[in-house]
């Protein structure tokens, strides 16, 4: 009989196994028990957020694969190239072993992708630490970056962008989520399946040792109270042996041979090899005395669960490997042909001759599906109203002054270039647009297309309110394509969040998919591809519900992408989007209120088609070459984007409005729906032509330094120096 | 003539120097595998960046005991013109084809930036450049704190062997233009016999306006005119 510890080390609930018990009609062994925790894992098996996957809008004429039946998504950008990309999270290893985490974090969504058969063409990644005051958080956020600066850069891959931010829920728990983007001719996109019975299974890469054993269910999918205890769960990564296999795998996807390639992630070989026996409707011998090991006397069920890295495992015809062969030997790549894919649908596993266990396919693929709706019927929200001080209400030049001053040296408002340029963003040679702007820009080479990509996500909306806070992470990630010029057309998620199990977890899940659904639709952008980090329990609480958005538009390479810096003194300052100015909207979740109240209340809104119809304008200057630059309004609200405007060319800027009493929400409010933009005086009628006069106004002049309003003037050099100084602890 | 770009395991700037001369200049340019015997009568051989061997040991100290090393030992022994970008440059350094070493940066951390160079336009690989011009190239490295002895040091000052310092816009050579930490601000040096470059910054990924710039060109073109002028 088992016991609870067993189940516990397994992430398996006791009426799980008597779920098993049932399926398998006797009791599970040892080994067959170990691959049921991997493949039951929230990690592998979806079981809490599957039902809620099937509702996602992930398809649109664009899209050329089904949701989650291949390692990542793929989307038709014309002239027979598909975009192939899925973002993936390293939560827990980074938790524990911070360079290493987030190290094999980026290895993992690499292997995703060039399993596609696609070149990797560049990563991103969304970074997520407490207060840098405190030195483990310091630490972790230092030995993370390090770990991808570190994996990255190894592997002729560009860091093209992404974001970092702070809040105190990320306490013992930060986010490491890691995006990978690939390129392919979309007539040779891989599968993860073999054809036949009789096509060989072979394992490519590094030896399989006693690492990473219950990554997948131990780690991600449990709280962390006993974290000492996991170190042996977190993987050491080998950068040159991943861009030996990209070079190598990539190589073996032209050939004729190569039926299917499958990277070995999460749960080792249990979920690579069972899974593609899965999609192919087929079952799977394996022999686990084949595989090549680091050390002696290793288990069938160590090798089975280890998540060593830089392996992957391909389909190949019977007998014809040899040439398959022949290229890994000149990359000097170890193989070995560790099973055959069955008609009948079980996996047998052998050790040497004597089978250790034969269990039904259907079985370890079919978890159970929890339905968090009933869960979080349960969960009534609080709705906590954000009372606005009287102080915040009352124009008062000095108050006004000091509190952008301090809010300006928040971590999350200052530069981030001392991360980014930790990360090779030239390599490849195909970056128009570099970090440090609203979203970067790649080119593809050979044909008329640029490619815009932006990352990110706010998680104190969320948590006010996950539905419209995750519609507003959708609308923002629209916005950062289309201030570019770009189209968006597909997008890729994160999802981090709390105990699903948990009332409060559940509605928030819930919650966010509704908001996902809306979004979605009226942008018409499918989640082609993501990834679920849930249990993110820190010491003290469950993190922020952190939904983060991988966004991908297109445009033609003839725009002249805009960025976010005013060019010249004397060029006119326009805006479009929703008029909050003399309102207190948009404080509620803001950096603003996280600063100085100390505070996450209130409520907050978005109106998606009208978010739409201002994409649409500001995409429409560009294509029509109308203006110099654009920027949207996010975090730190007004003040702090016009900074972001003035601070690479180290302008200034006279905006021809009054700072109204409720001077908090006008220059902190960070309500969405709205871009601030620079044009020509010459074009200002063209401009008009396009938009029609009614829906934008023209608020002020670039000039040569200082941000004056008419009732106060704001001195801009000490906040670009500020921000340009960037985090306030060397990270 | 024909231009030669040796890869090894862990390179990967192979296929953007490619891109660079082939695809921009329109030069024949073939790859030179690392278990290759021979350079395939190159004219200009290219050792481009990235992680040879994963830089294990010490950058570029294995890729300095490849087979095809000796051959490119043999063609810049014999005059052959050599360039080692990044990676490649410490691969030349490890051969002793250059003096010095590249040391991991003063700050301990990877930097990725568009880098000032001052141009010393005194060697077959910069006369298209005007002396003290000020260009704009990328670096991208881990470990590129250049440093040698006194004497190696003062031989590269006095022969103005010294082809690339890192310098500000206004073209100031001082500690806050130093990315690195290299002595004297060197990001790229030439042999004796001025047929071997080597340098940090890599050129083939400043070739077009659309990425950023194009300084790093006159590079490349400055040593094409001269192999096909014949000298």
Redo the contacts between chains.
Sequence with gaps: MVTEETLKELALTFSEYELIIQKLGREPNKLELGLFGALWSEHCGYKHTKKLLRTIKSKSKNTLTEAGAENAGAVNIGNNKAIVMKIESHNHPSAIEPYEGAATGVGGIVRDIFAMGARPIALMNSLRFSNLSDDRNLQIAKGVV?GI??YG????IPNIGGECSFDESYDDNPLVNAMCIGLVDKDKILSAKAENPGDLLIIIGAETGRDGIHGASGLASQNFEETVELRSAVQVG????E??LIEACLEISEMEELIGMQDCGAAGITSAAIEMAERSNLGLSLDISKVPVREEGMTPYEVMLSESQERMLIAVKDGEYKRIFEILD???LKCSIIGKFIKENVVKIYDKNKLVSETSIEALTNPPEYSLDQISKNYKPEIKKFLVKTSYKSFDEKLIKQHITELLKSDNLVSKKSI?????????????V?PGEDSAVI?I?DTEKMLVFSCDGNSRLCALDPKTGSEINIAEACRNISVMGGTPIALTDGLNFGDPTKPKGAFQLVETFKGFNNACEIFDTPIISGNASLFNEGHKSSINPTPIIGAMGIMD?TIKTPKKSFNKNGDKIGFIGKEVWGSDLGLSGSEFQRIFENELSGDISIDLEFEKSIQEKIRKLIKNNLIISAHDISIGGFITAIVLCCEKNNLGAEINMSVPDSWAGALFGEDPTRILFSFKEEDKSKISEILGNESWKEIGTVTEKNIKFENILIESEPLILSYNKGFSKDI | MKIGIVVFPGTWSESDTYYATKDILGINTEYIWHKDQKLNNCDLIILPGGFSYGDYLRTGAIASFSPIVNEVKEFANSGGPVIGICNGFQILCETKLLPGILLRNKNLSFVCEWSNLKVNNNSIFTDKFKNNEIIKIPISHGEGNFQADERAIKELEEENRVIFRYCSDEGETNIISNPNGSINNIAGIINKQGNVLGMMPHPEKACEKLIGGIDGLGIFESVIKRVTNGN
Excluded at chain 1, 423 to 428: I, L, P, R
């Design positions: 390090q600066s570190g850069n190894c592997l002729g080998n950068p040159f042996l861009k030996l000149k990359w000097d980014y340029k930790k990360y090779d963003h030239h390599v490849q040679t195909n970056t128009v570099e080119r080479k390479n």
